[in-house]
């Protein structure tokens, strides 16, 4: 299935916001935060995973009307680029039950730059949390889910509620996020996890203040550079 995506509409840059929302630390479910007004343009490539709102459909009337069973203008979305076009539009496919709908879960605006390209972009962390990287500079956290034919995807959005237990991981997993962007760091699963470790002697609404936020992303480069050595 071909469509067009839009970005979700970004809050302000968090840099405007560090010092007023500390006793905001958890965020709610579907919130996009950006950490950073200059972001790169996203250049698509074809195998890359994106994150997105559907727009616009480009089918027959007959696939059109088929498939809004399944997927609707203003769902948010993961996908795979199919295709790349000259003037820099891409063609999406969610031929997998790992693609489709998103469900409960914090959306996050980082530079396209700063995701690092792997095998998969799809992780579940041992502290509870999944996340999805998108190579244009979306990454969608959610929780784990307990059985794997429920995970992130599919035509039909998970809508539970979600623990508090699980709000406070995805909300320490974003901050660590945005801490690790703070310092231009590269966004993949082991820089994440290790990031996340190192904050977990902090309160998740500290863990933004620029002192510790310089701390905990020190020691992950520290452990980064120690399993590269």
């Not at 979305?77 to 998103?102: M, P």
């Not at 998108?134 to 959005?157: D, M, V």
Request: contains cysteine; aromatic residues 6%; charged residues 25%.
């Amino acid at each position: 299935m071909a469509m067009e995506m839009r970005l979700p509409v970004a809050r302000k840059p968090l840099s405007e916001r560090l010092g007023r929302d500390t006793k905001k630390h958890l965020v709610v479910p579907g919130d996009t935060i950006t950490t950073d007004t200059g972001f790169m343009r996203y250049i698509g490539e074809v195998g890359d995973i994106v994150v997105g709102r559907i727009t616009e459909r480009r089918r027959s009337a007959e696939d059109e009307l088929a498939m809004r069973g399944f997927l609707q203008e203003g769902d948010l979305i993961s996908a795979e680029v199919q295709a790349v076009f000259s003037d820099g539009a891409v063609s999406l496919h969610t031929r997998s039950l790992k693609y489709g709908k998103l469900g409960q879960g914090v959306l996050v605006q980082v530079s396209p730059s700063l995701v690092k390209r792997q095998k998969t972009h799809f992780h579940d962390l041992p502290c509870g949390a999944s996340v999805i990287l998108g190579n244009n500079g979306f990454l969608w956290i959610y929780p784990t889910p307990e059985h794997k034919e429920e995970e992130a995807g599919g035509f039909t959005a998970n809508l539970e509620p979600v623990s508090l237990a699980d709000r406070e991981v995805i909300s320490r997993l974003r901050n660590c996020i945005v801490s690790l962007v703070t310092q231009r760091m590269m966004l993949y699963d082991t820089s994440i996890l290790y990031c996340y470790e190192a904050s977990l002697p902090h309160q998740i609404k500290d863990i933004l203040k620029p002192e510790i936020m310089e701390e905990i992303v020190m020691e992950t480069r520290q452990r980064l550079l120690e399993q590269e050595g």
